[in-house]
């Protein structure tokens, strides 16, 4: 549950700040933090010299910090011209896209910029993102490294150079319609229209927030503008191999969005339990058992294998729905039944239309192939009506 700390000078919680305000800030600047504190007097300090005499401005801080990084802000905000508003969350949910999110949530301004607390991101930029939007008519603008006038010179190394120009092939790769015209999905600096985007839609998972907005809500109108990717004015980098890897399951999951793409991916899971089952298949029958039960017995080796994998591949994000016993004992049910039906489909079409034994076992294969994977998404991870109806009150509070 977020705490908040508003400055001195302040209306109050942003949620009766946005009503009280008759005219709101043209932008409003959302900061992530996470241990900035060395950071962030500059920060407001770059902010104060190069916005509010171009356009108006609030800043909110969302921060995660373990330091005193929410108190410096405080300090520091004595001396703006503008509203600082920190929010500090005492459970980082959803990494830095999550700490985004909230602070779009809290915004009163028509335009929301994005941007980083370190000063890889200038803030001078902020008042051209806001400009350009305008004049396009757009409704996300983003700061790209990679057309020309825009550099990464910031990064440090090759080898945090390669790693980005990989995620961007890799993400472009995998939503080529979604990212059309935004040659860095992998940017943090954006400025977004606040009517553009359901805050609530979002799914956020690690630093990537700019991909899990345009996969997930894109505006209609996207445009560019170049930057200058800075060396970093204070601390360490936030990027590690944890975050990475957060990175690819949220990837993951943007791509798994899809019901085709999650049938795609639930039938090549399905297809390596085939692996399991063989070897079982063959140990037990080396034992002397007969090929009727040891099929049986075979086949539970291959379900748990599928079951495994589809947990934590497929359907991650679905677990809390159910707990382990029972997700276990339908993702079982269904498997198995799957067995019960495939004979009398197979003897049906052999006997009733004439078909092959074949074509009759490839088709009945499919059909209960579809089968089980609705009956898996809509019998063990999708949420149970009565839970769904009685929560959704609370999230709407």
């Given at each position: ?358 074509p009759a076992t490839a088709l009945a294969l499919v059909m209960t192939f579809v089968l089980r994977f609705v009956g898996t998404e809509a019998l063990v991870y999708l949420p149970r009506r009565g839970r769904e109806s009685r929560t959704a009150p609370r999230r709407a509070a």
């Amino acid at each position: 549950m977020s705490q908040e700390s508003m400055v001195p000078g302040e209306l109050g919680d942003p949620a009766v700040r946005g009503a009280e305000i008759a005219e709101p800030g043209a932008v409003t600047i959302v900061v992530p933090t996470f241990n900035e504190s060395a950071n962030v007097r500059e920060l407001l300090h770059r902010i104060t010299e190069s916005v509010p005499t171009r356009l108006p401005c609030e800043v909110v801080f969302v921060d995660d910090s373990t330091d005193d990084t929410p108190e410096v802000i405080s300090e520091a905000a004595q001396d703006c011209p503008f509203p600082v508003t920190v929010l500090h969350r005492e459970e980082p949910v959803g990494g830095l896209g999550g700490a985004v999110v909230e602070g779009i949530k809290a915004a009163t301004s028509d335009w929301v910029v994005v941007m980083d607390g370190d000063l890889q991101h200038p803030p001078s930029l902020v008042p051209e993102l806001v400009g350009t939007g305008e004049r396009a008519h757009a409704g996300l603008v983003v700061a790209s490294r990679y057309i020309k006038g825009g550099s990464r010179e910031g990064l440090a190394g090759g080898y945090r150079i390669a790693v980005s120009r990989g995620a961007t092939w890799l993400t472009k790769t995998l939503f080529p319609r979604k990212l059309r015209g935004i040659s860095d999905p992998m940017s943090g600096f954006f400025a977004i229209r606040r009517s553009a985007v359901t805050a609530e839609a979002l799914k956020p998972l690690g630093y990537k927030i700019l991909l899990e907005l345009a996969v997930r809500s894109r505006p209609r109108q996207v445009t560019e503008v170049p930057f200058v990717f800075q060396d970093r004015f204070a601390g360490e980098s936030k990027s590690t191999a944890q975050e990475g890897f957060r990175f690819l399951r949220h990837l993951l999951g943007l791509r798994l969005a899809s019901p085709v793409a999650r049938m795609v991916v639930f039938g090549l899971i399905g297809a390596t339990g085939f692996v399991p089952n063989l070897v079982g298949l063959w140990a037990l029958t080396r034992t002397g058992m007969h090929y009727v039960p040891a099929e049986i017995l075979a086949n539970q080796l291959g379900v748990a294998w599928n079951f495994l994998l589809i947990e934590h591949l497929l359907f991650r994000d679905r677990r809390r729905h159910r707990s382990w016993w029972d997700r276990t004992g339908r993702f079982a049910l269904l498997a198995n039944a799957d067995l019960v039906l495939r004979i009398p489909l197979i003897a049906l079409f052999v006997h009733r239309f004439g078909m092959g034994a074949v074509p009759a076992t490839a088709l009945a294969l499919v059909m209960t192939f579809v089968l089980r994977f609705v009956g898996t998404e809509a019998l063990v991870y999708l949420p149970r009506r009565g839970r769904e109806s009685r929560t959704a009150p609370r999230r709407a509070a």
